[in-house]
Every structure is written in structure tokens, then in C-alpha cells.
């Protein structure tokens, strides 16, 4: 191990004992530090031998400003099946001291610690034509050809990025057809490094052009609170609370109830109070149709409910035609020539495009700038997670945020452009530009019904996922029961990880395996965790993961980003609202899940509570949860920064005898007021994806009453809001 010129050194002793009940193991050690080295670093095998001794020594380089933690898997070597992974230890390197040798002992319940870099030298050998690969770079292999002259000079520069503290191996095969060939390698150092700025932003601030979307957006804002409450007096830029409009998925149903709603909210100028537009799933749908208008939210909203109920109520048989497949075709194998990864989502997206628009949709996520450049509409935000193979995505998900500008986690604070999203990057650096995709993969991703699993539809029915994580969790145990060193507070404890059995993994694959998922290239690709990154407020406050606590494992080792709908953790686009940097004082909550309409807020409440995240709490007695109104107020002034939530659940109450607020149906037109939402013939089936006119007609004109017909919630939500801020600002 070597650090900052000195080298401290680690020995450890390891004792198996009997792992195996037919024979006796041939065992080996495995060790893994992917931030020192892109090598898994493997020992010989002890044949035949229950307390093997290896006595190698490895060498490790180390950057200490990351987090480094060793993986030391121990396997048993089988020559006619795969080897057994018997365990594996990590060790956090932040433990070991400079300068100075320390020894450590491990029983059959293992502890297990190690070091870093591994460092390799040979000598080039010339040839004409030659392939040189340097592994965990960027470009990875090239092909080079020499000059003809005896010089080692190429015809083309050959440029490899990677991280230069790795010292990488260059290995260099020659050709074949030379009878003197050979295969060497070479250790090179890194010769170019650039101080220019990353194309990756890093923080967790709001980026400057929201920063300067939100000084514009708040001249409208002041004027619409003005109106809209009454005031006799201008608003303050500190007196101006951040009002947020989140919206939840459904399919058809979420695209029509948004139509609804917003034109509700539109009558009653709360559109114009709004800094913020959330979605996930159909709503996804709606935002994007409107946000092509960039003055939507300035016109009259029948006009876009006319056109999208031209689309919801068409035929839609014609998304399955000889021409309309040939264009899937075509398009797809355009999207893959062009460097994209394409998937069944990515087919899901063309059928999107063919189920909402006329003909091909040439819209882009950064085109939508135009629409709030001068603060005009409301920030459009949309959500998604990414998910990892063989884990549910209760045990492992990322929160992504999309707008106009950016693309980005909330956890890790990175963000690129939204022109830039599926390029490919490395080590924070735009590698090569693709051309930006067209807004309709993104719908698709967004609303990614293909990528529902076994333990999704479980949990449909089932509150827990307990018993299969009896049966298919790995598991991992602090085994340091006492410090042989004095512990940091960065430093993290020695775990055993055992994986799960061959029977547990067949079936954790079973039931975890989606169908299909949007793949992406990562813009993390190349970046690595800070040593402190799990005392980073930011982090912790999205750490809800079983691998948080496991770095190698995180998405920044990704290759790609494997996007889902947000709806298959819960039907939610609150947490990018819920950043502290943004403020939120009052969220607009519109549901529009199928089933139960307190559920959702429910696992969202659990959620923000588990994380420490200021919410309201939501308090509701058993009857008030079978009889639910069309809107309640939740406020917890006792809680510091948690916001106002007015919620309102989809369903049909007093509509059913008022055609408007405070008007009363004849009897010739309670017919009108009947919408089936509930039973297994409703029409507004999350799959539904056509309708009949008069069945889109009632949703539509449901939704905006039950926003109407709560405007006096709405507004007490609104002053209260402004009153807290002008007793904040004394």
C-alpha cells in the first residue's frame, strides 16, 4: 500500500475452517478495491486444505480523498461447477494508520481488511499493427498502426482517459500472423490532465438557470398572490412562499385528471402562484404536450383538452400496423446507430408518440426552456428511479430529477444538461455527444410499464417484503466487535457479507428480473465517492438503500443507468421537492393512483419519515379513511420546514349532486354525475389506454370541480403560507 510516500502495511491471518461438508476446500482469496485498481486480484488455490496459508503480498496506490473499501471474497475452486463464494469481508482503509505495521486475526466468523493498487511492469514489444488496451479507461481498446519506419512513431495520436492514481496497465497484443507475437504489459503514466471545468455540475445547489428562473418566475407569482388573496399590499421577495403543484401516474387516467385539475386551478389563478409542476407516468404525458405551447399556462386550457381528447378517445389499433411497424424499426435502428442503447421501453415510447400525436414528435426535454425562460410557467419537473438487477427496488433505487435544464440525482449532486443526458461521459468529462433523444423515449421510460417484476405484483397485495427477504437477502453483519484501531468518525465498521444460496438466488432472480428497463449511459461513469460521503447531509438524506453502506456497489460503478416509472416504488414526484435547496412552503398533492387514495400518501409519509425529511404528518381516523373528502389540509407548524399539504384523492362525492360548486343537479342531469372510478368495470383502468367521449368528458369535468369546489382550502393554505414567511422574515 502506498500513500502520500509512505507505506502502511497490513497483514492479516484468516482461518476457514471446514466450509465444505463433501471434501475439503480448495479455497482462494479474491481482492477487489475498484477504486485503486480495475483488477480483481485472485491468490493461488490451497488444494485440499481446511486452514489454507497463501503468503502473497499485493501493493495498492491509493487516492485517500475517496472512499476506499476493500473487498476480501473468499472461494472455494470447483473444476466441474461455478466456485463457491463462501463469504466476502469489506474493510474501510480510512482505518489504517500511516507509517506503521498492523496485523489482524480473523476467526471462522470472519473479519476481514486490505489495501490498495495493484502495480504491473514490462516492456513494449513493436509491431506494425498493434491493439493496446488499458482496462478502466474510457476507450478501453484501440487499434493503432505504426509508421513504416523503424520509429515507434503512430500514423494517429492514441489518447486513453482514465483515473491516473490507478497507475493503469497497458497491455499491447500484436499480431498473429507475426510468428514472433507476444502479449506484455506496461505500466505509463498519466501525462495530460485538464484543469477545465467538468461537464458533470457537482453540488447540490440549484443550477444557475433555475436560480435565475425562480427571480423571474416570482414577479408572476407576487401578482397572482395579490389577486388571488386579496392583499392590499405588494409582496416582498422574502414574503413570496414557494408553491408546488405534484401531480401522481396512472396511465390515461393521470394524463385526463391533469387536464382537469390544471384547468381548475387555472380558473382560480393558483396556477400563476406556482413555482413548480411535478410529474411521473401519464402526467408525464400531459406536462410535456403542454409545455411544447410556450405560453401555456397564459391561454385558455380547453383548447389543449380538446386536442388530447381527439388522442384518448382515437383507435388505437393503428400503433400495430405494417407502416406503423416498419417506422418503429426504422426509428429504433436509427437510435442505436446513433450510440443510444435500446431496449423494449424505447419501442414503449414509439407507441406513446403514436398514442397522443398525430405523427412524429420532434420534441426534445430541452426544448421546453423556451416555455419558462422568462419565468412564464411553472418549472416542469419530472421523476424517475433508477434500479439495479436482482434487487427490488425497495432495497435499492435511485431518485433522478428531470427538467428543461438539468438532468441529475438528488442523492449524489450530479447533474448534467438535459441536451447532454445519454451521452457518454467519464471522470465528470463529456467523452462523446449524442444527439439529445426525442422526448417521447423519455415518455416511455417515464411510464415504463414493461418494467414491473414478480415482487412488484407481491407487493400489490402484501404490506412486506419479509418473507422473501428470509429466503433471498444477502447478509451482512458488522463482525468488529472491538477496534484494534482508534475509529474516525468517516471510518466504517468491518462487515461480513454471505451471499445467498444457490436456491435464494435462483429464486431472488425470479422474482426481482424486470421485463425490460431504459437504459442510459452513465454520467457518473469514472467518478468516485468522497471518503466523507456518508457523513454528507445531502446524501444521508436520500440514503435508502441496502447498498448505501457498500460503495464499490453504488451507481457511480455503473456502466449504464437503468430507469424505471417512479410508480413502482411509490406513485409519487414530491422528493425533488422536497430538496432543501428549493424551499417548498405549500404542495398541491393531486392524486390520481387506481385503488386506494390514502395509499400513496401513506408510503410517502412512512418514506419521509424513515428519512428524516420534514413532512407533515398525515393524521386520519379508520372511518375518515373509508368516507375520504375531496380535500384536506395538513400542516405541522411544529416541524421545521415541512410544508403545507393540501391533498386531494381521486374520487366522486359531492359531484355526484352539484354540476358546480354551490349548484345543484336536475334530475334530468344526475346522470352526467355518475363516474365509475372504483369498480371492475371503470372504464379508467391504469391499461386502459382509449376511452369514449363522454367517459373522458366526466373525468375531466370531476377533477376541475373537486378543485373548484375546494378552493377555500386552497386559498387558506396560500395565506397561511405568506404569513409564515413575513413572521420568519421579522
Same mark, same amino acid.
Given at each position: 500500500?502506498? #500513500?502520500?510516500?509512505?507505506?502502511? #502495511?497490513?497483514?492479516?491471518?484468516?482461518?476457514?475452517?471446514?466450509?465444505?461438508?463433501?471434501?475439503?476446500?480448495?479455497?482462494?482469496?479474491?481482492?477487489?478495491?475498484?477504486?485503486?485498481?480495475?483488477? +480483481?486480484?485472485?491468490?493461488?488455490?490451497?488444494?485440499?486444505?481446511?486452514?489454507?496459508?497463501?503468503?502473497?503480498?499485493?501493493?495498492?496506490?491509493?487516492?485517500?480523498?475517496?472512499?476506499?473499501?476493500?473487498?476480501?471474497?473468499?472461494?472455494?475452486?470447483?473444476?466441474?461447477?461455478?466456485?463457491?463464494?463462501?463469504?466476502?469481508?469489506?474493510?474501510?482503509?480510512?482505518?489504517?494508520?500511516?507509517?506503521?505495521?498492523?496485523?489482524?486475526?480473523?476467526?471462522?466468523?470472519?473479519?476481514?481488511?486490505?489495501?490498495?493498487?495493484?502495480?504491473?511492469?514490462?516492456?513494449?514489444?513493436?509491431?506494425?499493427?498493434?491493439?493496446?488496451?488499458?482496462?478502466?479507461?474510457?476507450?478501453?481498446?484501440?487499434?493503432?498502426?505504426?509508421?513504416?519506419?523503424?520509429?515507434?512513431?503512430?500514423?494517429?495520436?492514441?489518447?486513453?482517459?482514465?483515473?491516473?492514481?490507478?497507475?493503469?496497465?497497458?497491455?499491447?497484443?500484436?499480431?498473429?500472423?507475426?510468428?514472433?507475437?507476444?502479449?506484455?504489459?506496461?505500466?505509463?503514466?498519466?501525462?495530460?490532465?485538464?484543469?477545465?471545468?467538468?461537464?458533470?455540475?457537482?453540488?447540490?445547489?440549484?443550477?444557475?438557470?433555475?436560480?435565475?428562473?425562480?427571480?423571474?418566475?416570482?414577479?408572476?407569482?407576487?401578482?397572482?398572490?395579490?389577486?388571488?388573496?386579496?392583499?392590499?399590499?405588494?409582496?416582498?421577495?422574502?414574503?413570496?412562499?414557494?408553491?408546488?403543484?405534484?401531480?401522481?401516474?396512472?396511465?390515461?387516467? *393521470?394524463?385526463?385528471?391533469?387536464?382537469?385539475?390544471?384547468?381548475?386551478?387555472?380558473?382560480?389563478?393558483?396556477?400563476?402562484?406556482?413555482?413548480?409542476?411535478?410529474?411521473?407516468?401519464?402526467?408525464?404525458?400531459?406536462?410535456?404536450?403542454?409545455?411544447?405551447?410556450?405560453?401555456? *399556462?397564459? %391561454?385558455?386550457?380547453?383548447?389543449?383538452?380538446?386536442?388530447?381528447? +381527439?388522442?384518448?378517445?382515437?383507435? +388505437?389499433?393503428?400503433?400495430?400496423?405494417?407502416?406503423?411497424?416498419?417506422?418503429?424499426?426504422?426509428?429504433?435502428?436509427?437510435? +442505436?446507430?446513433?450510440?443510444?442503447?435500446?431496449?423494449?421501453?424505447?419501442?414503449?415510447?414509439?407507441?406513446?408518440?403514436?398514442?397522443?400525436?398525430?405523427?412524429?414528435?420532434?420534441?426534445?426535454?430541452?426544448?421546453?426552456?423556451?416555455?419558462?425562460?422568462?419565468?412564464?410557467?411553472?418549472?416542469?419537473?419530472?421523476?424517475?428511479?433508477?434500479?439495479?438487477?436482482?434487487?427490488?427496488?425497495?432495497?435499492?433505487?435511485? =431518485?433522478?430529477?428531470?427538467?428543461?435544464?438539468?438532468?441529475?440525482?438528488?442523492?449524489?449532486?450530479?447533474?448534467?444538461?438535459?441536451?447532454?443526458?445519454?451521452?457518454?461521459?467519464?471522470?465528470?468529462?463529456?467523452?462523446?455527444?449524442?444527439?439529445?433523444?426525442?422526448?417521447?423515449?423519455?415518455?416511455?421510460?417515464?411510464?415504463?410499464?414493461?418494467?414491473?417484476?414478480?415482487?412488484?405484483?407481491?407487493?400489490?397485495?402484501?404490506?412486506?417484503?419479509?418473507?422473501?427477504?428470509? =429466503?433471498?437477502?444477502?447478509?451482512?453483519?458488522?463482525?468488529?466487535?472491538?477496534?484494534?484501531?482508534?475509529?474516525?468518525?468517516?471510518?466504517?465498521?468491518?462487515?461480513?457479507?454471505?451471499?445467498?444460496?444457490?436456491?435464494?438466488?435462483?429464486?431472488?432472480?425470479?422474482?426481482?428480473?424486470?421485463?425490460?428497463?431504459?437504459?442510459?449511459?452513465?454520467?457518473?461513469?469514472?467518478?468516485?465517492?468522497?471518503?466523507?460521503?456518508?457523513?454528507?447531509?445531502?446524501?444521508?438524506?436520500?440514503?435508502?438503500?441496502?447498498?448505501?453502506?457498500?460503495?464499490?456497489?453504488?451507481?457511480?460503478?455503473?456502466?449504464?443507468?437503468?430507469?424505471?416509472?417512479?410508480?413502482?416504488?411509490?406513485?409519487?414526484?414530491?422528493?425533488?421537492?422536497?430538496?432543501?435547496?428549493?424551499?417548498?412552503?405549500?404542495?398541491?398533492?393531486?392524486?390520481?393512483?387506481?385503488?386506494?387514495?390514502?395509499?400513496?400518501?401513506?408510503?410517502?409519509?412512512?418514506?419521509?419519515?424513515?428519512?428524516?425529511?420534514?413532512?407533515? %404528518?398525515?393524521?386520519?381516523?379508520?372511518?375518515?379513511?373509508?368516507?375520504?373528502?375531496?380535500?384536506?389540509?395538513?400542516?405541522?407548524?411544529?416541524?421545521?420546514?415541512?410544508?403545507?399539504?393540501?391533498?386531494?384523492?381521486?374520487?366522486?362525492?359531492?359531484?355526484?349532486?352539484?354540476?358546480?360548486?354551490?349548484?345543484?343537479?336536475?334530475?334530468?342531469?344526475?346522470?352526467?354525475?355518475?363516474?365509475?372510478?372504483?369498480?371492475?368495470?371503470?372504464?379508467?383502468?391504469?391499461? *386502459?389506454?382509449?376511452?369514449?367521449?363522454?367517459?373522458?368528458?366526466?373525468?375531466?369535468?370531476?377533477?376541475?370541480?373537486?378543485?373548484?369546489?375546494?378552493?377555500?382550502?386552497?386559498?387558506?393554505?396560500?395565506?397561511?403560507?405568506?404569513?409564515?414567511?413575513?413572521?420568519?422574515?421579522?
Amino acid at each position: 500500500l502506498s #500513500h502520500a510516500g509512505r507505506r502502511p #502495511h497490513l497483514l492479516f491471518f484468516l482461518h476457514i475452517g471446514m466450509l465444505s461438508s463433501l471434501s475439503q476446500s480448495d479455497c482462494y482469496v479474491t481482492l477487489w478495491l475498484p477504486t485503486a485498481s480495475t483488477e +480483481k486480484i485472485k491468490t493461488k488455490a490451497i488444494n485440499n486444505c481446511k486452514d489454507p496459508v497463501w503468503n502473497e503480498t499485493f501493493y495498492y496506490r491509493i487516492q485517500s480523498q475517496v472512499k476506499n473499501v476493500l473487498e476480501l471474497g473468499v472461494y472455494d475452486e470447483d473444476d466441474v461447477t461455478q466456485d463457491d463464494h463462501f463469504f466476502t469481508v469489506r474493510f474501510d482503509l480510512a482505518k489504517l494508520p500511516l507509517g506503521e505495521r498492523v496485523l489482524m486475526y480473523f476467526k471462522s466468523d470472519p473479519k476481514v481488511m486490505y489495501e490498495e493498487v495493484l502495480c504491473m511492469l514490462c516492456l513494449i514489444h513493436l509491431g506494425k499493427d498493434i491493439s493496446l488496451t488499458v482496462k478502466g479507461s474510457y476507450e478501453e481498446t484501440q487499434d493503432l498502426t505504426l509508421a513504416s519506419d523503424p520509429i515507434i512513431r503512430p500514423s494517429r495520436p492514441t489518447k486513453f482517459h482514465y483515473v491516473k492514481y490507478k497507475q493503469p496497465v497497458l497491455d499491447v497484443v500484436l499480431p498473429k500472423k507475426k510468428p514472433h507475437y507476444s502479449f506484455v504489459t506496461c505500466v505509463f503514466p498519466g501525462l495530460c490532465s485538464s484543469s477545465e471545468d467538468l461537464d458533470v455540475r457537482l453540488g447540490f445547489d440549484l443550477c444557475t438557470e433555475e436560480h435565475d428562473f425562480l427571480c423571474k418566475r416570482k414577479k408572476y407569482v407576487a401578482a397572482a398572490l395579490k389577486k388571488v388573496l386579496q392583499l392590499e399590499e405588494d409582496l416582498q421577495d422574502d414574503e413570496i412562499p414557494v408553491v408546488a403543484i405534484m401531480t401522481t401516474g396512472g396511465g390515461m387516467r *393521470s394524463l385526463t385528471t391533469t387536464y382537469g385539475s390544471l384547468l381548475g386551478l387555472k380558473k382560480l389563478n393558483v396556477i400563476d402562484c406556482a413555482m413548480y409542476l411535478t410529474g411521473l407516468s401519464g402526467t408525464t404525458w400531459a406536462m410535456a404536450n403542454l409545455y411544447r405551447d410556450s405560453d401555456w *399556462s397564459w %391561454k385558455d386550457l380547453e383548447g389543449k383538452i380538446d386536442e388530447a381528447r +381527439k388522442h384518448v378517445t382515437k383507435c +388505437k389499433m393503428g400503433s400495430f400496423s405494417t407502416e406503423r411497424m416498419k417506422y418503429y424499426s426504422k426509428e429504433l435502428c436509427q437510435r +442505436k446507430q446513433e450510440g443510444h442503447r435500446t431496449s423494449a421501453i424505447d419501442l414503449w415510447g414509439l407507441i406513446v408518440e403514436y398514442l397522443l400525436h398525430d405523427g412524429k414528435d420532434i420534441h426534445k426535454l430541452s426544448d421546453q426552456q423556451q416555455a419558462v425562460d422568462q419565468g412564464q410557467n411553472p418549472l416542469p419537473i419530472y421523476v424517475a428511479i433508477n434500479v439495479k438487477d436482482n434487487y427490488s427496488t425497495l432495497d435499492f433505487k435511485d =431518485w433522478m430529477e428531470f427538467t428543461p435544464y438539468e438532468v441529475g440525482f438528488m442523492k449524489y449532486g450530479a447533474f448534467i444538461r438535459s441536451e447532454d443526458f445519454g451521452s457518454e461521459f467519464f471522470m465528470g468529462r463529456l467523452m462523446r455527444r449524442l444527439p439529445e433523444s426525442r422526448i417521447c423515449y423519455l415518455e416511455g421510460m417515464w411510464s415504463s410499464l414493461f418494467s414491473f417484476n414478480l415482487l412488484y405484483i407481491w407487493n400489490l397485495s402484501h404490506t412486506s417484503e419479509d418473507f422473501w427477504h428470509r =429466503w433471498t437477502r444477502d447478509r451482512i453483519n458488522d463482525i468488529e466487535e472491538e477496534s484494534v484501531l482508534p475509529m474516525r468518525p468517516c471510518e466504517q465498521k468491518t462487515q461480513l457479507f454471505t451471499p445467498a444460496g444457490p436456491f435464494s438466488s435462483v429464486l431472488r432472480g425470479a422474482l426481482t428480473d424486470r421485463i425490460s428497463v431504459a437504459q442510459y449511459h452513465s454520467f457518473l461513469k469514472g467518478l468516485q465517492l468522497h471518503k466523507d460521503y456518508l457523513e454528507n447531509d445531502n446524501f444521508c438524506r436520500w440514503k435508502d438503500t441496502v447498498l448505501d453502506t457498500s460503495p464499490n456497489q453504488l451507481t457511480e460503478t455503473g456502466e449504464y443507468l437503468s430507469l424505471v416509472d417512479t410508480g413502482f416504488f411509490i406513485n409519487t414526484s414530491c422528493p425533488p421537492l422536497l430538496r432543501p435547496e428549493r424551499k417548498v412552503d405549500v404542495i398541491l398533492h393531486l392524486n390520481y393512483s387506481a385503488g386506494s387514495q390514502i395509499l400513496p400518501l401513506d408510503q410517502s409519509c412512512k418514506y419521509y419519515a424513515e428519512q428524516g425529511i420534514p413532512f407533515p %404528518k398525515v393524521v386520519l381516523s379508520e372511518e375518515e379513511r373509508k368516507n375520504l373528502k375531496e380535500c384536506y389540509l395538513f400542516e405541522d407548524a411544529e416541524t421545521p420546514g415541512a410544508p403545507i399539504l393540501l391533498f386531494f384523492p381521486l374520487l366522486n362525492d359531492t359531484y355526484q349532486s352539484y354540476k358546480a360548486p354551490g349548484v345543484k343537479r336536475c334530475s334530468s342531469e344526475m346522470e352526467d354525475g355518475k363516474v365509475d372510478l372504483t369498480s371492475r368495470f371503470s372504464p379508467y383502468s391504469t391499461y *386502459s389506454v382509449t376511452y369514449k367521449e363522454k367517459d373522458y368528458d366526466k373525468l375531466v369535468k370531476l377533477t376541475e370541480y373537486n378543485i373548484l369546489n375546494n378552493k377555500h382550502l386552497i386559498f387558506q393554505a396560500l395565506h397561511t403560507a405568506v404569513e409564515r414567511k413575513r413572521r420568519h422574515k421579522k
